[in-house]
Nanobody
Framework: QVQLVESGGGLVQPGGSLRLSCAAS????????MGWYRQAPGKQREFVAA???????TYADSVKGRFTISRDNAKNLVELQMNSLKPEDTAVYYC???????WGKGTLVTVSS
């Protein structure tokens, strides 16, 4: 059974930082591209970042230069370092195996003063 469990969300002030983690189990983690999506209140879920099995990364334009995705295949972990956070980054952040049905339950990030 595949499980993706996110952690690390919370309340942060504008300009602050958070680090999200996603622990994966039930899959051969090292061979999969992993990704982060987010869904803000009243909006559709959108792509944030992805990292391939070989470490190639892609980012949404809205987070490029502020967010960094990384992975640790030994720990079955994918992380999202979020810097210079803005109120518009407020959303539930989801870990996923792109183009699959595998999604975590999400972790809430709120950027507010």
């Amino acid at each position: 059974q595949v499980q993706l469990v996110e952690s690390g969300g919370g309340l942060v002030q504008p300009g602050g930082s958070l680090r999200l983690s996603c622990a994966a189990s039930g899959i051969i983690f090292s061979i999969y591209t992993m990704g982060w999506y987010r869904q803000a209140p009243g909006k559709q879920r959108e792509f944030v970042a992805a990292i391939t099995s070989s470490g190639t990364t892609t980012y949404a334009d809205s987070v490029k230069g502020r967010f960094t995705i990384s992975r640790d295949n030994a720990k079955n972990l994918v992380e999202l370092q979020m810097n210079s956070l803005k109120p518009e980054d407020t959303a539930v952040y989801y870990c996923t195996v792109p183009r699959s049905d595998y999604w975590g339950k999400g972790t809430l990030v709120t950027v507010s003063s």
